[in-house]
């Protein structure tokens, strides 16, 4: 598997402003180098079923990591935890 690094790596993370998972998904991609779209659902007027149906779940964060959606803040642990990113 072909290691991920901020070059190759492509994130979109779906949020709203007032969740705590979310700024810590944005805290961690960010020192560690990533850059990534942030999508606030509510200044979008996304509802949750319609991010669902682009992401994972019905959960804020939903983060995809080129185009796989991957989870939340929890599932972003687990792969920065993986080889693809060590």
Not at 45 to 54: G, L, Q, Y
Request: aromatic share 10%; net charge negative; hydrophobic share 35%.
């Amino acid at each position: 598997m072909e290691k991920r690094t901020p070059d190759n790596t492509k994130i979109k993370m779906y949020t709203t402003s007032w969740c705590g998972p979310c700024k810590m998904a944005k805290k961690l991609l960010t020192d560690k180098g990533f850059y990534f779209e942030e999508i606030d659902i509510e200044e979008h007027n996304i509802s949750r079923e319609e991010m669902a149906s682009m992401s994972k779940g019905l959960t804020v964060p939903q983060i995809i990591i080129n185009d796989l959606p991957i989870g939340g803040f929890e599932d972003l642990i687990q792969l920065f935890n993986t080889e693809a990113f060590k």
